[in-house]
């Protein structure tokens, strides 16, 4: 495996259900971010992690909880979400925070859809 | 608040130039992305500019006006493949990328 990789590419679960999100990066990368991609709006940045602590959580719901046990890996783990939640995750990773040149490595995303 | 604007769709035909623009307005600046999105499938990176100028990649530009919060993405002879969403993205003081919603660019034969 090369690049970012996302388990599963498409999930569809219950309001009631209890699932998990899964990133790896190949890249030897130091931070890794979640996003959410709704049609036509732009990308909202979930969560930062940068070497394994959490930088960021930009007031995201509690039904959204990450975990990064290690620098190559990212969780998102969701529980009671809501219709509102369906679209695209995405998982991206760069060389590490306030680097310069920043660029982000992104993931082929997960396609939730809460029913 | 931080803002950056761009136009939702742009047609074009093949062979032809096209020119996206991006206006922003955020909490610092420490560069000016833009990625390529292909319907279905990740952004990817295609430049980058953090001084007022123009940086060209082979058919693609990207030109920054940072006292103007102004930038925009060239794409030369354009083929069909280019067709896609392209995202323009600010990183703020933080160190945070603030993104824009995207262009979808159409090419036509």
């Known amino acids: 495996e090369t690049g970012v990789t996302q388990t599963p590419r498409h999930l569809v679960m219950g309001m009631t259900n209890k699932k998990s999100l899964k990133c790896e990066q190949h890249?030897?990368?130091?931070?890794m971010y979640w996003y959410k991609q709704s049609a036509k709006k732009p990308l909202e940045l979930m969560f930062v992690?940068?070497?394994?602590?959490?930088?960021e959580n930009n007031s995201v719901p509690s039904r959204f909880s990450p975990e990064c046990p290690n620098s190559s890996h990212l969780f998102l783990h969701l529980h009671t979400l809501q219709p509102e939640d369906s679209a695209l995750y995405l998982c991206?990773?760069?060389?590490?925070?306030?680097?310069?040149?920043?660029?982000?490595?992104f993931g082929p995303g997960t396609r939730l859809t809460v029913l | 608040g931080q803002n950056i604007d761009q136009p939702t769709e742009m047609t074009a035909t093949e062979g032809a130039i096209v020119q996206i623009n991006c206006t922003y307005q955020?909490?610092?600046?420490?560069?000016l992305f833009w990625y390529q999105q292909h319907a279905g499938e990740a952004p990817t990176f295609l430049s980058y500019?953090?001084l007022d100028g123009l940086e060209e990649k082979g058919r693609f530009s990207s030109f920054l006006s940072r006292s103007k919060g102004y930038s925009y993405l060239l794409l030369k002879e354009l083929q069909m493949k280019d067709s896609a969403s392209y995202l323009c993205?600010?990183?703020?003081?933080?160190?945070?990328?603030?993104w824009g919603a995207g262009t979808k660019l159409i090419i036509k034969p």
């Open positions: 991206a990773s760069s060389q590490d925070l306030a680097s310069g040149a920043n660029e982000q490595f």
């Open positions: 890249l030897g990368h130091n931070a």
């Open positions: 992690y940068n070497f394994k602590e959490q930088t």
């Open positions: 955020t909490s610092g600046f420490n560069g």
């Open positions: 500019n953090v």
């Open positions: 993205a600010v990183e703020d003081s933080n160190y945070q990328l603030i």
